[in-house]
Structures are given as structure tokens and as C-alpha cells.
């Protein structure tokens, strides 16, 4: 369980923190730098969104 406004922070930073395995995935793509073909990012957005839907969100103060 979590409060509403913590439910809201955590899909805020979740989001923004995908973002850097995504662009690093790109990049290894685009640069041939990575060992795996395609290069996959550790986490992304799909992943965020399914994290998201097992969080309970209560009042605050409840």
C-alpha cells in the first residue's frame, strides 16, 4: 500500500528513470558498442506501466 501522492511520485520517477537505459540501448544500437544484438534496455516504459498497476493507492491518512 501507498498513499495516492507517493502512487503519483513513483509513476513520475519511474518514467524519467526508464528513459536512461532506453537511451543508453539506442545509443549501443546506433554505435555498435554493446555485445548483445540488438542492445535491450534493462527496464522501459512497458515495464513501468505493469509495475504501476500492482501499486494499491489509499487515501492519506488512512
Do not use: C
Not at 540501448?25 to 500492482?54: F, K, M
Amino acid at each position: 500500500m501507498t498513499t495516492e501522492f507517493s502512487a503519483r511520485l513513483m509513476e513520475i520517477v519511474l518514467l524519467d528513470s526508464a528513459k536512461l537505459p532506453m537511451e543508453a540501448a539506442q545509443h549501443a544500437n546506433e554505435h555498435g558498442w554493446s555485445r548483445h544484438r540488438p542492445a535491450q534496455p534493462l527496464y522501459d516504459d512497458s515495464h513501468v506501466d505493469r509495475t504501476l498497476r500492482l501499486l494499491d493507492p489509499v487515501p492519506t491518512g488512512r
